[in-house]
């Protein structure tokens, strides 16, 4: 009986500790309107845990932690990511219709998720400035989950 209780309170105390998490994410440098890009994430543990990404764009000056401006994508987390330490998020296209003009944004990427034993909600945001342009680069502006532009909360 108490090898039992013992380790349904472990696993219920890990459970937390055993889902994954983002630690980066990288998105182009430059962005064309209209083309197709990927994002290279790297996680923490193999098991995603979040579950909805919404991302927005906005100038520089106008987006603050937890809004997104003009939404451009979604991304259901638990579905797009297999599970590996290096994977990606795919298929991520900011639309023409938002005529954006040339120069200086911001992108924030708005997560809920679910974590833990008690299924305890949570909001995340990430934030990178980026350039619109004429053509999508393959350099890549990283951000890190510990970093000054991402934020954490629990919705208790």
Not at 58 to 72: C, H, N
Not at 98 to 124: F, K, M
């Amino acid at each position: 009986m108490r090898t039992s209780t013992f380790v349904t309170t472990a696993a219920a105390l890990l459970s937390g500790v055993v889902q994954g998490y983002l630690q980066t994410i990288g998105l182009p440098q430059t962005i064309k309107p209209g083309d197709v890009w990927d994002a290279p994430v790297t996680t923490a543990i193999m098991q995603p845990r979040q579950d909805l990404m919404i991302w927005g764009i906005g100038d520089t000056s106008s987006v603050y932690a937890g809004s997104i401006s003009r939404e451009f994508h979604r991304t259901n987390l638990r579905q797009e990511l297999s599970g590996g330490y290096n994977d990606t998020i795919p298929n991520i296209s900011i639309p023409e219709s938002l005529n954006l003009a040339p120069g200086e944004y911001g992108i924030q990427a708005v997560i809920l998720e679910w974590a833990g034993a008690a299924n305890t909600p949570s909001l995340e945001t990430w934030f990178w400035n980026v350039t619109i342009g004429d053509v999508t680069s393959e350099e890549r502006v990283w951000q890190s989950a510990h970093g000054v532009n991402s934020k954490r909360c629990n919705l208790v």
